[in-house]
């Protein structure tokens, strides 16, 4: 409903600033991320928006940047993460940090978020698998095959093989090969 907003900022108390439009104040939630860019009280501003409307509030969510939007948009809509799980994420790792560890399916980065657990921080990353990098323009050749090898090890162990036999099937593939035929010839190399 409400995609952006130009006008004055009258107050910043992280992570909630005061925007006046024209004479009527917004109250925007931002992650820190954006509110560390933003100009000094008085100065003009812009922001992308993300309008939540809910039982009990009305909450306008900004933001510096497209993608920053665009992440925050993917991260609610994954089921257990609200708009504050959402913005605590973004305030706690920048959207390419965040795209780079969805990429390289590393927890660990996430983790270190606060109000980010084990269990969150794993469906994250599987929820967010594809869905981030491609917006970013990340290294796409590098990111695919590092897809396809994490893919194929994750099917194997799907089917009952231990991580440690997994990843020495891997290394005897060829590292160009796609996730269907590195599937098929690490469990005939398995089944010898």
């Known amino acids: 409903m409400i ?18 439009c024209h004479g009527v104040g917004y109250e925007v939630d931002v992650p820190m991320s954006t509110f560390y ?4 009280v008085g100065e003009p501003v812009s922001l992308l928006t993300h309008f939540v409307v809910r039982e009990d509030a009305q909450i306008l969510y900004g933001f510096g940047s497209a993608s920053e939007r665009e992440a925050f948009r ?20 920048s959207v390419a940090d965040l795209a780079q560890a969805v990429s390289a399916q590393d927890s660990a980065r996430i ?5 980010i657990g084990k269990k969150t921080a794993e469906r994250l990353l599987l929820e ?9 323009n990340l290294p796409g050749a ?5 897809d396809a090898a994490s893919d194929i090890q994750q099917a194997l162990m799907a ?8 990843g020495a099937a891997l290394k005897a593939l060829p590292k160009d090969v796609g996730v269907s ?11 010898k």
Do not use: F, H
């Not at 089917?159 to 997994?166: R, V």
């Open 3 to 20: 995609g952006k907003l130009t006008g004055t900022l009258l107050e910043k108390n992280p992570p909630q600033i005061l925007l006046d």
């Open 37 to 40: 860019n933003l100009p000094g």
């Open 74 to 93: 993917q991260l609610v809509k994954i089921s257990g993460v609200g708009p504050r799980t959402a913005l605590s994420v973004l305030s706690g790792m």
């Open 111 to 115: 983790v270190k978020v606060p109000g």
């Open 128 to 136: 967010l698998k594809g869905k981030l990098g491609a917006d970013l």
């Open 142 to 146: 590098g990111a695919a095959a590092g």
């Open 159 to 166: 089917l009952g093989y231990s991580e440690k036999d997994a």
């Open 181 to 191: 035929d590195g599937i098929k010839l690490a469990l005939k190399a398995l089944a």
